[in-house]
T-cell receptor, first 117, second 113 residues
């Protein structure tokens, strides 16, 4: 079945440092890929997405590129801020909706990011 | 437009009781999915409803059930609560429940004592 693997956390950085959170996936065909962010006490917010190979999703300074050859979707940011402290989830949605795929996102285990001033 | 609304935000229940959680999706969205989030298991898919029909179900016992109304609002019910049911329950709304992105509510924090 489909699966998503994220780098082990937690990740602790100083403000303005560079961020990379690794994400690899296992799925058939060309799934859609997402990064969600969860702030303390909140639900998940969609950060960015990519729906086909070589697509680059970007938002709020974060970027991720859909790499079919390495089945990866790593999250990057050039300069993190204290306000970026949150839990980040990589997720995939199957290539074709139907059957056991309807409405189901498969998530990685989440990576806790803490940014210090 | 308004986002996904989940009520209540917090609940405390006793073992053996039952509980009903509510989710109002984004206007125009017909698919509602439910997830359970715990520190140990992460985010696990419960079920998905589309146009009042359950189309998909995760690997949870029959104590977990749901339904969807004609206005796309959804409820999930957990009967005979166990301590292990303590979790954040998240609802996600999407247009068709297929490959499109999902929008999440803030969740209902259920504590079973």
């Amino acid at each position: 079945g489909d699966s998503v693997t994220q780098m082990e956390g937690p990740v602790t950085l100083s403000e303005e440092a560079c961020l990379t959170i690794n994400c690899t996936y296992t799925a058939t065909g060309y799934p859609s890929l997402f990064w969600y962010v969860q702030y303390p006490g909140e639900g998940l917010q969609l950060l960015l997405k990519a729906t086909k190979a070589d697509d680059k999703g970007s938002n709020k300074g974060f970027e991720a590129t859909y790499r079919k050859e390495t089945t990866s979707f790593h999250l990057e940011k050039g300069s993190v801020q204290v306000s970026d402290s949150a839990v980040y989830f990589c997720a995939l949605s199957p290539a074709n909706a139907g059957g056991t795929s309807y409405g189901k996102l498969t998530f990685g285990q989440g990576t806790i990011l803490t940014v210090h001033p | 437009k308004a986002g996904v609304t989940q009520t209540p935000r917090y609940l405390i229940k006793t073992r053996g009781q039952q509980v009903t959680l509510s989710c109002s999706p984004i206007s125009g969205h017909r698919s509602v999915s439910w997830y359970q989030q715990t520190p140990g298991q992460g985010l696990q898919f419960l079920f998905e409803y589309f146009s009042e029909t359950q189309r998909n179900k995760g690997n949870f016992p029959g104590r977990f059930s749901g339904r969807q109304f004609s206005n796309s609002r959804s409820e999930m019910n957990v009967s005979t609560l166990e301590l292990g049911d303590s979790a954040l329950y998240l609802c996600a709304s999407s247009s068709f429940g297929g490959v499109t992105e999902a929008f999440f509510g803030q969740g209902t924090r259920l504590t079973v004592v």
